[in-house]
């Protein structure tokens, strides 16, 4: 009988340390991960950091940041074809572009509901403008400039980017009114370099 018992209780102790091994080395193996990714986004090598943030995103779903790292380095990756592409790599480019705007589509969703008012939603708001507006999508990508505007993220470039795209829509009036805001931005950040540089 207690043979019985001291062997339970060394198959406890076996399962519980094995356990805990395994939970460690996981926990190692993710926090190599996110220094790997770290080291190549740091030097702005998207390309290189996707099979990266592949793994790491398939491994942890639940880290909505490196979902949203995976998709802006969809969006910046250096190794697409971009100048006289063929017809395959064209469909390569769309169907990058494609998981850049799905990626986005559903984390800053997330993070909106988690986080209303973070500023960090300004950023990614803009990545998804641009991705959209890659895409064709202007109409969609307007409002997402102007989220990005709303939470002080890039606004220079929203306006301008929004500009274009009514141009581009022939809506010669709100193109107009986004350039003068445009114009008007750049002056206004100009004047505030200089005062800062006097003081």
């Known amino acids: 009988m207690k043979?019985?018992?001291i062997l339970?209780?060394?198959q406890i102790f076996i399962f519980v340390f094995s356990t805990n091994s395994i939970i460690s080395q996981s926990k190692q193996h993710r926090n190599e991960l996110k220094e790997k990714i770290s080291q190549v986004l740091d030097k702005k090598k998207y390309s290189d950091s996707i099979p990266l943030l592949e793994e790491y995103t398939s491994k942890y779903p639940e880290d909505l940041f490196y979902s949203l790292y995976l998709a802006k380095s969809y969006l910046f990756r250096e190794d697409l074809e971009l100048s006289n592409p063929n017809f395959s790599e064209i469909q390569n480019i769309r169907s990058?572009?494609?998981?850049?705007?799905?990626i986005f589509t559903e984390k800053i969703t997330l993070l909106e509901q988690k986080t209303p008012d973070d500023k960090?939603?300004?950023e990614y708001y803009f990545y998804l403008g641009?991705?959209?507006?890659?895409?064709?999508y202007e109409e969609r990508s307007i409002s997402k400039f102007q989220k990005s505007i709303h939470y002080e993220y890039e606004k220079n470039k929203s306006f301008y980017n929004i500009a274009l795209i009514y141009e581009?829509?022939?809506?010669?009036?709100?193109s107009d009114r986004f350039?003068?805001?445009y114009n008007s931005s750049i002056s206004k950040e100009?004047?505030?370099?200089e005062n800062e540089r006097k003081n």
């Open 3 to 5: 043979y019985k018992n």
């Open 8 to 10: 339970k209780i060394l």
């Open 96 to 102: 990058n572009y494609n998981k850049s705007l799905n």
């Open 120 to 122: 960090i939603l300004g």
């Open 130 to 136: 641009m991705v959209e507006m890659i895409l064709g």
């Open 168 to 174: 581009k829509m022939g809506n010669k009036k709100d």
């Open 179 to 181: 350039f003068k805001l």
């Open 190 to 193: 100009k004047a505030e370099g």
